[in-house]
């Protein structure tokens, strides 16, 4: 049944949809397996390890575990005995549960899955590098005036959008940057040579002064096209720190958008969307990392499952280097995600094992009452779920749609 729904999926929406689907599936699996092999090298009994939810679609026991399949392919679950106070085990096995264990062992299960997520986000940066390069901004030498301020000296002079500055005062400038670099202070009077299309032109003006800087000469001119995007090859040394960079930027913008998202206003924002369909804006690039580009409106947009599968697959069409790098975000988003410390993520199991931790001494164990935190738990739960359905909605009605 499981290979019969990827023929599926192949067939009607092709190739780059199979590939994200088993990539995602992949990461779900490693997420759970992190959670496993540390629970078993602490010494832990692990009854259940199953990829999906609801009903059982197969399943084989090799000794105290149970593997299989279920049918909703919305997740993954490893089921450890006594994950807390609330449940009731053979004293026989008190030893094997999570609860008896030692702090760094509870902890060191808690953190596995996310820690799984960086090290994949990690080794696929590393690998986009590597294979793809990077991209780099240089000056073009092919640029031209975008815009050009309103009563401003090049305004003054006659200056239009479509116009390329190619000299001041008879020294040759190949691109905007060159022009900075020689426009003398504010007050100066400048001639520039101008190329209009196949006329070189002659202007003069007088130069104002820098709204950012006093010290600098203004003209009053911007430019688009003042920059290129070009590829560059990474060696494998040079590649490690460069990943390191990239890995803490996307967690760096992971962490804040979380915290936006799940902000009032954010939530507000959201649901509010969600009521009134909002025109999808268009999308504008972000600024630093490799990040290609982020929804204009709306920077904190959630996506679901089903959106992610979308835009993997539109990555993917266009280079197997944006499938890497679309992978590597969403496993540092997933990482980072996952250790928001509220029950019943893995970050509130880390937030119970250390506040256990500091509440047992004097060789007295400590142990907290999870009942107290159940009402939290179902809370964070429903939050979970309308959001879940949320961006399932916005996702059918108003996709998120991917700059050309």
Do not use: C
Not at 123 to 136: R, W
Not at 250 to 276: C, H, Q, Y
Not at 295 to 310: C, H, K, M, T, W
């Amino acid at each position: 049944m499981a290979v019969g729904l990827l023929a599926v999926v192949q067939l009607k929406w092709g190739m780059p949809m199979l590939i994200v689907v088993l990539a995602i599936i992949g990461m779900i699996f490693l997420h759970e397996l992190g959670h496993f092999v540390t629970a078993r090298a602490a010494g832990m009994k692990v009854t259940e390890f199953f990829l999906g939810f609801g009903p059982r679609l197969w399943s084989m026991r090799r000794g105290d575990t149970v593997y299989g399949l279920k049918a909703i392919p919305a997740g993954a679950y490893v089921r450890i005995i006594g994950m807390n106070n609330l449940e009731e085990v053979a004293p026989a096995e008190e030893h094997r549960t999570y609860r008896s264990k030692p702090y760094w062992r509870r902890m060191s299960v808690a953190v596995a899955g996310s820690t799984v997520h960086f090290l994949l986000a990690l080794i696929l940066i590393f690998s986009f590098l590597v294979l793809d390069g990077k991209s780099e901004s240089v000056p073009s030498p092919n640029w031209t005036v975008h815009l050009v301020a309103s009563e401003s000296p090049a305004e003054g002079a006659g200056l239009l959008s479509g116009d390329r500055i190619v000299s001041v005062d008879d020294r040759p400038v190949a691109t905007m940057e060159d022009m900075v670099a020689i426009l003398p202070g504010p007050g100066t009077p400048v001639s520039l040579g101008v190329q209009r299309g196949d006329t070189l032109l002659a202007r003069t003006l007088m130069l104002g002064t820098h709204p950012e800087d006093a010290s600098r000469g203004y003209i009053g001119i911007s430019s688009r096209s003042a920059w290129l995007r070009q590829p560059v090859q990474v060696g494998y040394l040079e590649a490690v720190p460069e990943t390191l960079d990239e890995f803490g930027f996307l967690a760096k913008e992971s962490v804040l958008g979380i915290g936006r998202f799940f902000s009032p206003s954010g939530l507000n924002n959201f649901f509010r969307d969600v009521a009134d369909q909002p025109v999808q804006g268009g999308v504008v690039p972000a600024e630093g990392g490799l990040t290609t580009a982020a929804p204009a409106e709306n920077q904190d947009r959630v996506i679901s499952i089903f959106g992610a599968l979308r835009i993997g697959a539109d990555l993917t069409e266009s280079g197997y280097g944006n499938l890497l790098l679309f992978l590597a975000l969403l496993n540092v988003f997933i990482g980072v995600f996952n250790m928001i410390p509220l029950l019943p993520l893995d970050g509130g199991h880390v937030v119970i094992a250390t506040y256990e931790r500091l509440r047992s001494w004097r060789g007295r164990r400590y142990t907290a009452d999870v009942a107290k935190m159940v009402p939290v738990a179902y809370a964070v739960i429903l939050v979970l779920v309308f959001v879940f359905i949320g961006s399932v909605y916005l996702d059918f009605t108003d996709p998120v749609e991917l700059p050309s």
